[in-house]
């Protein structure tokens, strides 16, 4: 079977949109959508997954309008609402030195 890559323009429920070169990847039996944002400006590339249900429509194109597309949408890795709580101490990250009884 051929492996399915293309660059794309995805429209999401709720009124999102995200565009990049999208996949097909399987995690513990089922089956995302892989979404590779390029670099725009000074963010860096970044990958999402989008579960089916998720995803509304799908426009094939081509990489420049794709990118364009992207710089347009302005998508983040992550939405600064969590970077902030996690920084402020309100999200509970894992303690490094913590180990439990298995070294885990």
Known sequence: M???????IIDLFGHQKIAGRISE????GSSFVRV???AIGKQKPFTKLFGPGAIYS????????ATAAADYFKPVP???WTVR???NGKLALP??????EDGL
């Open 78 to 80: 992550m939405d600064p």
């Open 2 to 8: 051929e492996k399915f890559e293309e660059w794309a």
């Open 36 to 38: 590779d944002v390029p």
């Open 58 to 65: 799908i426009t094939i194109t081509d990489e420049e309008t």
């Open 25 to 28: 990847q399987q995690i513990g």
């Open 85 to 87: 709580e996690m920084l």
């Open 95 to 100: 303690d490094p030195a913590y180990e439990n």
